[in-house]
Structures are given as structure tokens and as C-alpha cells.
């Protein structure tokens, strides 16, 4: 079974500090997504990756930043903590396939990290 | 990606067959039908897709109409773990998008 795995599952933090969330998946998948969920507002895309060192800008990169340095690991970085960031926030990964064995292109997600900002 | 309409929310009694449907009548012919769900405080799980044939794998069976405008997920036989929100998506394989849940249906399983 695909396996992507969130560091935490809930974290405090206060506002101004630097936080990290990691996410790391086993299936050698070249795609992973860092997404935030709130209420009435759904899925919303932060930073994209489709390779190592590789980014893109989801809807709201706004006051985050992203890391991938292998392709396992995907980080998710907020320079400076502010309370509109209290969220769940959740990492997806998924394989690019040319074949028709790969071109399901199915997101496999982790739990979620629930992050609060006071 | 094609617009999916789905019912709000739907009951069914521990044991018996949920059938939760789907209509995508704007669907194209490249476009796949997936099927997730989000347990409450959890990530979203992918179940199933399919393209034009009915599929069945070990959560679920998939059945598409003949024209392809709609489709139902059946979980066999409910359990009160399938308590969650179920999302219908439609979208082109093989491409990298992101994904984009509509408002899903919340099913409940009672006992």
C-alpha cells in the first residue's frame, strides 16, 4: 500500500515562528502536493512539486515556501506564522505515467497535520 | 474537469448496500470518473475510477451509465467505519492537476 506520511497530526505554534511540516512518501512517486482544507472553502492547492528541486505555485502560495530535496520528502515551510494559517493541512503524492498502467493518476494523502496559530 | 452534481447527504443502515450517485453530463471522452472520501479529520482516500466500464475492487464497485453521464459507487455492505464525505470527481488520466473536491455527499451509516 502507498504509504504518505505527515510528520505531525497536530501542532501549536505562535504567531511570528517559523514552522516546518514534512511529508514523506514511499512509492517513488514524482508528484507531491502540499494542500490546505478549511471549512466551506475545500481543497485549496499551496505549492506543487513534480520533480526533486522542482516547484510550482498552487492558489495561495502566500507566506509559505516548499523544500524537495529527494524525491521522497516533500516540506512545507511558513516563514513567519500568522493566525490565518490555523488549518489542516495535507500532503498528497502521485506518479506521472505515460503508460495506461500509470496514467490513473491517483493522489494518495497522509492524515493531515491540523496546525493552530495563536 | 467536468462538473459533478451529487446529493448532499444520504443515510443507510449498517449492513445494507450504500449507493451514492454521480451525474457528470458534461463529461468528455478522455475523462475518467474517481471516487474519494474524507473520514471526519482525516485525509481524503482514494476508492475507485473507471472510464466506461463498471469496476469493482476490494472497498467498491463503480457503475457508469452506458452514455456516461452519470455513475454510483456501491460499498456493499456499509459499515459504521464508512461513515464519511464521498467526493466525485471527473478528470483527464495522466494529468498532474490538482485535485478540485466539489461539495461531496455526506453519507451516514447507522446502526
Known amino acids: 500500500d502507498v504509504k504518505v506520511t505527515q510528520s505531525s497530526r497536530y501542532l501549536v505554534k505562535r504567531t511570528g515562528e517559523k514552522v516546518f511540516l514534512e511529508c514523506v512518501q514511499d512509492?517513488?512517486?514524482?508528484?507531491m502536493f502540499w494542500y490546505r482544507q478549511d471549512p466551506g472553502l475545500g481543497l485549496r492547492l499551496i505549492y506543487f512539486?513534480?520533480?526533486?528541486?522542482?516547484?510550482e505555485k498552487g492558489d495561495i502560495p502566500e507566506g509559505y515556501s516548499v523544500s524537495r530535496e529527494k524525491k521522497e520528502r516533500f516540506s512545507l515551510i511558513l516563514e513567519s506564522a500568522s493566525t490565518n494559517q490555523t488549518s489542516m493541512y495535507l500532503c498528497?503524492?502521485?506518479?506521472?505515467?505515460?503508460?495506461?498502467?500509470?496514467?490513473?493518476?491517483?493522489?494518495?494523502f497522509g492524515a493531515g497535520t491540523r496546525l493552530s496559530v495563536l | 474537469d467536468a462538473k459533478t452534481t451529487q446529493p448532499p447527504s444520504m443515510d443507510c443502515a449498517e449492513g445494507r448496500a450504500a449507493n451514492l450517485p454521480c451525474n457528470h453530463s458534461?463529461?468528455?471522452?478522455?475523462?475518467?470518473v474517481y471516487w474519494y472520501r474524507q473520514i471526519h479529520s482525516q485525509g481524503p482516500q482514494y476508492i475507485i475510477h473507471?472510464?466506461?466500464n463498471n469496476e469493482t475492487n476490494e472497498m467498491a464497485s463503480l457503475i457508469i451509465t452506458e452514455d456516461r453521464k452519470s455513475s454510483t459507487l456501491i460499498l456493499p455492505h456499509a459499515t459504521l467505519r464508512d461513515t464519511a464525505v464521498y467526493y466525485c470527481?471527473?478528470?483527464?488520466?495522466?494529468?498532474?492537476?490538482?485535485?478540485?473536491f466539489g461539495s461531496g455527499t455526506q453519507l451516514t451509516v447507522l446502526p
Open positions: 498528497a503524492s502521485s506518479h506521472t505515467g505515460t503508460s495506461a498502467a500509470l496514467a490513473k493518476n491517483i493522489q494518495y
Open positions: 512509492m517513488d512517486h514524482e508528484n
Open positions: 512539486s513534480y520533480d526533486v528541486k522542482m516547484k
Open positions: 458534461t463529461i468528455s471522452g478522455n475523462e475518467y
Open positions: 473507471g472510464l466506461k
Open positions: 470527481i471527473v478528470r483527464v488520466a495522466g494529468s498532474a492537476r490538482q485535485l478540485t
